[in-house]
């Protein structure tokens, strides 16, 4: 009996100090854009989101959320994270299945062009993985991710990587205001940019031939496809549209083969540039990212993309989604400021090559 | 498996609570096992190590108790051979011998982990049997216990046999309080050494690493300060984790610290710092000594203090800044005897309060001073370190220290001060824990352990630093 009382207290109190540890950690988890879009997945009602956007810094810039739902009535996440280690995807999957399980997932493979090596730095990992609850699809991912074994503890525990804010005095309000995940984001993921950066159009259209992609990244994502066949999601992987060059279509079009083989549909919206009407002159911050100006026409080509294709019940008007009609109207507040701002840059670099 | 790690941590978890559960046969043998994979840890080779030297002394025990005439040959032989193999890891002698067959090809013998720890466990252990203060261990069991036992072997304390061997045969329950007061001095040891040992080293260290750093006497007196404060912290830590994971084994330690700065001299210093060691030392070295001058007079302590105190710069480690310690403190001690006849008469014609309260602080001064020695590792830099301090035209307010190391340094003075007060209650200050009710008991608990998650000096981007008295 004693030994029943010792336990069961030894239990408690365990219970109550990881509680305590997993909210301290997730209080000094450091603040960025990263952090706010996936606190505000998390806080989002559960099977509310119809299609979510995996991928990497392009994504989050790219996908307006708010405009895709305010004209097609159609919930869209961008869980991106700046250089997305490829081999990490698959848990973001994983975890965005735990909430939003009958979800459109897309994914952008981008990134499958390079060696999954080189993305595994400290910082792409943390990202991830540092803005997920504490889940097995986290271990998982740190497992996957991080090659050297003793130092994973350092990412299961992330509290040993940022507990000095507290000393170094950098904890802010904003800290404890989404340490319980339940702060939805203002514009439902959506990054805004309004620098402009002019570039010549390319066309890669004439290029046919295929070049591989690095054989690691072709096992990921062959591992990748697999999974998602196995829990029969529907997947469709895209390439954010972007400065391209003959080299990189010919690893799309091989990406195209791959993905198409196994029967998912695949996207290159380089191709559709045209279509959507993109201006390489004002639509892009740099040459592998799209401003407002670029996302909101490719959000609309989308979203139109989107409603043709699938089968999305429209909740606009629904009591359950006035979050989302709170997101655009803060979200084109935003967009108001951004545009005139992207129409000052873009004169002003137009006056200098003048 | 350094002390302050998660793995030990978890490592000492589940040690514990395997150990509460199994039966008592079996729980002796458990912490042999525990004991020989924590030494395990540090390297495959060490367990054989420790069990081949613990056999030797088991057997030479043996030998002594049996012996009717040359015991004392017999004792002299054994304890030689285990000075001897001290010598030789501790000065790299190995390393040199197989440089010099090999013709320069050399591979690196470690000086094995504690060795300088259970090396004066089994020493002690024989003079005893020779003496016939205690009986030779008749289980190599358990006199393996004694010798592997994972919470001393790294780095003490220097428990003797006559307190430890006796406790092996008592039967081991669970006792939550023992628990209790194990877990608090486990987590008071991590808090210390964490928060504050670690953050101060890490903002001393700059200095020690490069002299030329400062050129402000007051500033190196804080730096020296900052030493001696970082090593009672560091080094108290240990033992308090020490004695806190024996307590939750069932095994009561005697304490290493009581409350030594608050001492009035430097004697009295050296009976309340690292008192397992001291008092060996006192033991088996000063006291025969003292014996054997006995007819010098005033030279029948001073010779004896001055040899002991540089066995201890010697223990320490072969550099010459050891030695310069070890006999700076020899000359202190000396110096204390001598006037010991004095003092006495002073005191009788101070306050009290005035008396103590110089002494405390003379004490300070003086520690302050000859611990450089231990943590410059070069006799020559401890010497350039004291002339920059006693250099006062250099003294200047601008120490150039930002106000974290003024926070770090004036907490742990307090945190000093707290432990030392703690130590000085004795078993007063634990008992009266173990009777707080449970939500304060939890609170308590939770308080420390979030301060050193919160506030520790550790994980990615802090350079872990190691136990000082690990490399002695």
């Not at chain 1, 940022?162 to 984001?185: I, T």
């Not at chain 2, 690493?209 to 804080?222: E, I, K, M, R, V």
């Not at chain 2, 005191?347 to 410059?376: A, D, Y």
Request: aromatic share 16%; with cysteine; hydrophobic share 50%.
């Amino acid at each position: 009996m004693k030994k029943l009382f010792f336990a069961v207290k030894l239990v408690v109190f365990v219970a109550i100090f990881v509680v305590l540890l997993v909210f301290a950690s997730y209080i000094v988890r450091p603040q960025s854009d990263m952090k706010t879009r996936f606190t505000g997945f998390y806080a989002e009602p559960k099977d509310s989101i119809d299609v979510i956007v995996i991928g990497s810094s392009p994504v989050a810039p790219l996908y307006a959320a708010p405009l895709i739902w305010n004209e097609f009535g159609i919930t869209l996440y961008p869980l991106g994270t700046n250089s997305q280690p490829t081999v990490g995807i698959k848990y973001l999957v994983k975890e965005a299945q735990k909430r939003q399980g009958s979800s459109l997932f897309v994914i952008d493979v981008s990134l499958f062009m390079v060696e999954p090596q080189s993305l595994l730095t400290e910082p792409n990992i943390r990202n991830i993985v540092d803005n997920m609850t504490y889940s097995l699809n986290r271990i998982g991912a740190i497992n996957e991710m991080v090659q050297i074994p003793g130092e994973r503890i350092n990412y299961y525990f992330d509290i040993s990587k940022y507990h000095s804010v507290l000393r170094d005095g950098e904890l802010s309000a904003a800290s404890f205001k989404d340490f319980d995940f339940a702060v939805p984001s203002v514009y439902k993921g959506y990054f805004f940019v309004d620098a402009v950066e002019p570039f010549d159009p390319v066309d890669v259209s004439g290029i046919t031939e295929t070049k591989p992609i690095p054989d690691e990244s072709e096992q990921i994502l062959l591992d990748l496809m697999a999974y998602c066949e196995s829990e029969q999601l529907d997947v469709m992987f895209v390439i954010a549209p972007y400065i391209t060059s003959d080299e990189r279509k010919m690893s799309h079009n091989y990406l195209q083969a791959l993905i198409e083989s196994h029967g998912y549909t695949f996207i290159d919206f380089n191709d559709k540039a045209g279509e959507f009407g993109i201006d390489y002159s004002t639509d892009l911050y740099n040459r592998n990212h799209l401003n407002l100006s670029g996302a909101e026409k490719f959000s609309m080509y989308f979203g139109a993309y989107l409603a043709d294709t699938y089968d999305f019940a429209d909740n606009r008007g629904s009591a359950d989604y006035t979050s989302w009609d709170d997101a655009y109207a803060a979200w084109e507040t935003q967009a108001a400021i951004a545009r005139e701002k992207i129409a000052e840059n873009a004169e002003r670099l137009s006056n200098i090559s003048r | 498996m350094t002390f302050t790690t998660l793995y030990f941590l978890v490592f000492v978890a589940v040690v514990v609570l395997v150990y509460l559960l199994l039966p008592q046969k079996i729980k002796p043998h458990f912490i042999i096992l525990a004991s020989l994979v924590f030494y395990f840890f540090w390297k495959a080779w060490a367990p054989v190590f420790i069990i081949a030297f613990a056999l030797f002394n088991f057997v030479m025990a043996k030998v002594l108790a049996k012996q009717k005439s040359k015991k004392f040959f017999v004792l002299l032989m054994s304890v030689s051979l285990s000075v001897i193999l001290f010598f030789v890891f501790r000065y790299g002698i190995f390393n040199g011998i197989i440089a010099a067959i090999t013709g320069g090809n050399t591979i690196m013998i470690l000086f094995p982990l504690g060795f300088s720890y259970y090396m004066f466990k089994c020493v002690s252990y024989l003079i005893d049997v020779n003496n016939g203060t205690i009986a030779p261990e008749p289980r190599f069991d358990y006199f393996l216990i004694y010798v592997t036992y994972f919470p001393e072997v790294s780095m003490g304390p220097i428990t003797r046999a006559v307190d430890f061997l006796p406790q092996i045969r008592i039967k081991k329950v669970i006792d939550t309080t023992a628990l209790n007061k194990g877990l608090a001095l486990v987590a008071w040891g991590f808090f210390k050494k964490i928060v504050f040992a670690d953050m101060l080293a890490s903002m001393i260290n700059p200095y020690y690493n490069d002299l030329t750093l400062s050129n402000n006497g007051f500033a190196w007196f804080f730096v020296a300060f900052g030493f001696l404060l970082q090593l009672y912290l560091d080094f108290s830590a240990y033992t308090n984790i020490s004695i806190g994971v024996s307590k939750m084994l069932g095994y009561d330690i005697k304490p290493n610290f009581n409350a030594p700065f608050f001492s009035q001299s430097i004697s009295e210093f050296w009976r309340k710092w690292h008192i397992s060691l001291s008092s060996w030392l006192a033991d088996y070295v000063f006291t025969p000594l003292q014996f054997l001058l006995r007819r010098l007079g005033k030279f029948a302590s001073i010779i004896p203090a001055l040899i002991t105190f540089t066995l201890i710069g010697v223990w320490h480690g072969g550099t010459s800044s050891y030695l310069v310690f070890g006999f700076s403190m020899g000359v202190l001690v000396a110096i204390d005897a001598i006037v010991a006849r004095k003092r006495k008469k002073l005191k009788k014609t101070l306050p009290k309060s005035l008396f103590s309260t110089v002494g405390i602080i003379i004490t300070m001064l003086l520690n302050i001073l000859v611990f450089v020695f231990m943590r410059t590792g070069v006799a020559a830099d401890g010497f350039a370190i004291i002339d920059k301090i006693f250099s006062f035209s250099t003294w200047s307010l601008q120490l150039g220290f930002g106000l974290e190391f003024f926070i770090i340094f004036a907490l742990s003075i307090a945190v000093a001060i707290c432990s030392h007060i703690i130590e000085s209650r004795k078993d007063k200050f634990l008992d009266g824990f173990a009777r707080l009710k449970l939500p304060v008991t939890w609170l308590v608990y939770l308080v420390v352990i979030f301060a050193i998650v919160l506030f520790g000096y550790y994980g990615p981007g802090y350079d872990a630093i190691e136990f000082i008295y690990i490399g002695f």
